[in-house]
């Protein structure tokens, strides 16, 4: 299951993070975003110890949203060491997001 964190987790969780995190930017009436929740809650699992996967709503966060340029929704972000290294938008095949974490 993913984890939902907000503003207040960002750094610890992702900014401080010691291995790669991806971040699911989304809302929660946002029907794309409901349409990946699933893919994106499979590819924690899968990814479990090696990968950090968590949501933000874009909605109650709009701060971290426009710091990374999100300006549509679902955003998908890898991050490395504190930094955005890949990122896509709108619904995706789950092989177009592990691409992100390779």
Do not use: H, R
Not at 7 to 36: E, I, R
Not at 68 to 94: C, H, R
Request: charged share 25%; glycine share 6%.
């Amino acid at each position: 299951m993913t984890e939902q964190i907000n503003a207040a987790d960002w750094q610890a969780k992702v900014l401080d993070a010691s291995g790669p995190v991806l971040v699911d930017f989304y809302a929660t009436w946002c029907g794309p975003c409901k349409m990946m929740a699933p893919v994106i809650d499979e590819v924690a699992t899968e990814k479990a110890g090696a990968v950090s996967v968590y949501k933000i709503d874009i909605d109650e966060n709009p701060e971290v949203a426009q710091q990374y340029g999100v300006m549509s929704i679902p955003t998908f972000i890898a991050f490395k060491d504190g930094a955005p290294v890949k990122k896509t938008l709108g619904a995706q095949p789950k092989e177009k997001i592990l691409e992100l974490l390779a």
